[in-house]
């Protein structure tokens, strides 16, 4: 064999060698079984032998996917980068973005760190993309709008410009286009863990300050003129009235306006329901008033306890008057012999109407997901401060008649009412829906009633009878200022909170 004929039996060997090696990329598994890309895009199967990938099949050349715009109308990206997490509550989502359109990862590869970008991206048919992760598995993606997405996630993301806060137990949304309402129970975290320890920091705040004013009527020497009750006093009027008009009926009205109730048949619903409750009021004082006046009648002129000079034993009699008492306990209420608002079914009048409050916003706080909790929790701290002030002011003022062992126990149903509520909440956490039928109508009920209960503590027994007939009408300019002052307080501050609870 000649020199020449060398020459050209090697070039055939090397055109025939070229003409069967490929360079493979983008590597997968279908079902058990490899498949790479050949330099135009055609998928085919192949088999490793040692380290040499063999093609087992020459599959019928095909486009890619991305190229072949009559196999499917999704654009299929290269790559998509920039991965990050959309908190939705009850899961993260992750999505990544590719030339400014954002696509979601259906299913994450099993690898620590996750991800930030997947190559390789293809399209399995149907409009099913898969992409690349580093690890060589594929993982599913889809357009942010896609089937699979979940909408409920975005809005509670403050994706498309919504933000979403609980009011009660009913999530509120405002800004950026609609999602579509579920009244199933939705899946979402709970730190239980947490959710139980903040039960005692509800319980040590709660007591505190409905104690405190007693605690300084019991053992201090601080009379009626003293700026810091009537300090106290007034803010709490504004507490209670701002928490029947801001938060009990607002709520109210939310929980009737649940689009998983479904309408009305009577629109009025919300307030009859309040009006209920200020007229139960009415009718309990009434009652009692009648009850004390008729008791009065029969037994001896006598007056009452908080008439009686500092000098005078407790529970004496006089036939005639003494100077008026400046103790804590009267705060310059002069009456007759009827009910008054520190009496002892005034007061507990009020605190029912607390009580049903209560036990709400301890449920609501520990059946609020994750994303919300630690706010609605402050907000809630501060809510049970301002109102424990309130009613412990109105309990210190209750007549001396009354034994420091009632107000102890009023004060301890106060106490423990919301950790009582938080720990039906935990205990409800797997179960609970919030746009239930039969929980929407509970709640609301109970909402609205307190809130007419509250209306009528507030503006006649509190209000009414302080500045008309009370120590503010015949208080000096400097103190109707401080009083007025704590008074809008109050409202303002109790208000504000009711953005968040």
């Not at 009559?70 to 989502?93: F, K, L, R």
Request: charged share 15%; aromatic share 8%.
């Amino acid at each position: 064999m000649t020199l020449r004929n060398i020459f050209v039996f090697a070039g055939i060997v090397s055109c025939v060698l070229a003409q069967s090696t490929y360079t493979l990329s983008g590597c997968h598994t279908h079902d058990g079984q490899e498949y790479c890309y050949l330099p135009n895009g055609s998928e085919v199967p192949f088999t490793r032998t040692g380290t040499t990938a063999v093609a087992t099949a020459t599959p019928e050349t095909t486009a890619p996917a991305s190229l072949d715009a009559s196999a499917t109308s999704i654009a299929v990206p290269a790559s998509v980068t920039a991965c990050h997490i959309h908190d939705s509550g009850s899961q993260q989502s992750r999505f990544c973005q590719a030339s400014g359109t954002e696509y979601e990862v259906l299913e994450t590869p099993a690898i620590t760190p996750l991800p930030e970008s997947y190559n390789d991206c293809h399209d399995h048919g149907g409009g099913e993309i898969y992409c690349m992760a580093s690890d060589g598995t594929e993982v599913p993606i889809a357009l942010e709008d896609h089937e699979d997405h979940d909408h409920d996630a975005e809005a509670e993301a403050g994706i498309s410009g919504q933000h979403c806060h609980f009011h009660g137990t009913v999530e509120h949304c405002t800004g950026g286009s609609s999602s579509t309402t579920t009244c199933e129970r939705v899946d979402r975290d709970y730190n239980i863990g947490l959710r139980i320890g903040l039960i005692f920091v509800i319980l040590v705040t709660s007591g505190f300050a409905v104690f405190a004013p007693m605690l300084i009527e019991r053992f201090s020497k601080m009379t009626l003129n003293s700026i810091v009750f009537t300090i106290l006093k007034q803010f709490g009027t504004g507490i209670i009235i701002s928490t029947a008009f801001v938060h009990l009926l607002t709520h109210a009205e939310m929980q009737f306006a649940n689009e998983c109730l479904g309408p009305l048949v009577y629109e009025g619903t919300t307030t009859a329901i309040a009006m209920a409750g200020v007229l139960l009021s009415f009718f309990v004082e009434y009652i009692g008033n009648r009850l004390v006046a008729r008791r009065n009648a029969c037994a001896v002129p006598a007056v009452d306890s908080e008439q009686f000079s500092e000098t005078s034993p407790k529970g004496s009699t006089h036939s005639a008057p003494s100077p008026p008492d400046t103790s804590i306990a009267a705060l310059g209420h002069a009456h007759s012999n009827a009910m008054h608002p520190e009496s002892h079914f005034s007061v507990a009048v009020m605190e029912s109407g607390i009580v049903f409050h209560s036990i709400l916003i301890g449920i609501t706080l520990n059946v609020t997901p994750n994303s919300y909790f630690t706010t609605l929790f402050i907000v809630i701290l501060f809510h049970q401060m301002f109102e424990g002030l309130a009613l412990g002011t109105r309990i210190a003022a209750l007549k001396s008649s009354t034994s420091f062992f009632t107000k102890i126990l009023m004060a301890g149903i106060f106490t423990l009412i919301t950790p009582i509520g938080m720990a039906i909440g935990v205990g409800v956490l797997q179960h609970f829906n919030g746009n239930d039928p039969a929980t929407i109508v509970s709640i609301g009920t109970l909402d609205a009633l307190s809130a007419g209960i509250l209306l009528w503590v507030g503006l006649v027994e509190m209000l009414a009878h302080d500045w008309m007939w009370g120590d503010m009408a015949r208080a000096g300019l400097m103190k109707v200022f401080v009083g007025g002052f704590s008074l809008v307080s109050g409202l303002v501050l109790m208000s504000v909170l009711g953005k968040w609870a």
